[in-house]
């Protein structure tokens, strides 16, 4: 495990299409399923990392272009991006979900500081520092 001290702030980008799952399912973290709780996304299957990223741009990049492919409201997307931009230039996480366009399945998309900062941190494992 490396040292959260040698580590720079950086996002893990995680994602999830799917059904809601049921509260076993979601406590389950050898299940690919939207977890509980935030902290939970790090110890989800590794299917569910979609990256890393250094920098907030590239961090804000990853994530325009999911939500622009699963939300149903695109009107409404404008301003849930530039409340995702302003979080990420501080250094914050960035968490979306709702319904996919085919109105049958949720999805599920954050972005996730590490190493974990404010009210959620907790010693995590990094999934993989940033190239």
Same mark, same amino acid.
């Given at each position: 495990?490396?040292? !959260? ?9 995680f994602?999830y299409?799917?059904r809601?799952?049921d509260?076993?399912e979601a406590? %389950?973290? %050898?299940?690919a ?7 939970d996304?790090?110890r989800?299957p590794?299917?569910m990392?979609q990256?890393?990223?250094s ?6 990049s990853?994530l325009e272009?999911?939500? *622009?492919?699963?939300?149903? !409201?695109?009107g ?12 990420l ?8 979900g709702?319904?996919?366009?085919? *109105?049958?399945?949720i ?14 941190? *907790? ?9």
């Amino acid at each position: 495990m490396i040292s !959260d001290a040698v580590l720079s702030l950086h996002w893990h980008a995680f994602a999830y299409t799917g059904r809601y799952p049921d509260y076993s399912e979601a406590k %389950n973290i %050898n299940v690919a399923v939207r977890p509980l709780t935030l902290s939970d996304w790090f110890r989800k299957p590794r299917q569910m990392h979609q990256g890393t990223y250094s920098d907030a741009a590239g961090a804000y990049s990853w994530l325009e272009s999911e939500l *622009r492919q699963v939300c149903v !409201d695109h009107g409404r997307l404008a301003d849930a991006l530039d409340h995702y931009h302003v979080r990420l230039e501080l250094g914050q996480d960035a968490y979306s979900g709702g319904y996919a366009k085919d *109105r049958s399945s949720i999805y599920v998309r954050c972005l996730l500081t590490f190493p974990r900062t404010g009210a959620d941190r *907790r010693p995590e494992q990094c999934p993989g520092p940033p190239k």
